[in-house]
């Protein structure tokens, strides 16, 4: 690299906007101090107002966290996870890696990894409409009794579910939630989506499917209650009560969420190895 090369780079780093995310365990807050007195060093901007680079610290869910806060700016943020234990799914980064990541951002062309996210449309009765994306997922279920809906795939009247409730997630949230309702892990360069069932009701009378199903890009997933009474709608680490639903619509959202591609953005069969199962035993 040549002398030139290295003032440019430099020169770049004070124009890259950075904002960091933290939750509120004291170890997080360690992590955050000694990463943001790093990046300042190294001629960072931080700020939490329209960033480049938005840096969550703390696990997978704080990563849910800084899309949620982000999510209207997806189109110009890349987001890295720094994981304060064990390493995540959205985390490319350990506490004790601080140096190596503000190198890799010192290094950084603007080169990203994306995925796809989800997009739930809610109809109310009254006619308005709710718009809410998810990263992991969007489970349905009826508040206090059983949840019976309508379950239509590409327009094709697939089944009527009874039971818990239902979820619906994106590719990276298939290792989440809906890895512990049975369903499959997906790779995110699948653009898909992953309907579960939440402990249906099966007998003489009551028929589901069963097993998961995986939908693809073009095709509209949609859910309509048979009651209007309250619902409980959980989308990532957000929960919301609704009433008087008429129908939910599920896709694929026109924006995808882009994270700073690093050597240290793993392979995604190696996350699962690790999270999951761990070192191979003979
Ligand atoms: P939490 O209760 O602290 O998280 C549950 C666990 O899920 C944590 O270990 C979290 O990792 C992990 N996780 C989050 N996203 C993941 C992903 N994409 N792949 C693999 N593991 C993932 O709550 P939270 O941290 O706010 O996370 C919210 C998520 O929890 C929801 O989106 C849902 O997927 C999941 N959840 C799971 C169940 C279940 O499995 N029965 C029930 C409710 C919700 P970290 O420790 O790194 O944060
Ligand atoms: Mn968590």
Redesign the pocket.
Known sequence: MTVWEIVMIQMKNTDKKIAIIRNRKRQSEQVYQDLKQKLKQNGFILTPKNPDIVISVG???ML?SAFHMYEEQLDRVRFVGV?T?HL???TDYRDFELDKLVENLKLDTGAQVSYPILNVKITFENGDTRTIRAL??ATIKRSDRTMVADVIINRVHFERFRGDGISVSTP??S???NK?LGGAVLHPTIEALQVTEIASLNNRVYRTLGSSVIVPKKDKIELVPTRSDYHTIAV??QTFSFKNIVRIEYQIDNHKIHFVASPSHTSFWNRVRD?FIGECKE
């Open positions: 696990g997978d869910g849910l994981h234990g995540g799914f959205y992991n997922e990276t949230g290792t989440a939630y512990s990532d680490n999270s």
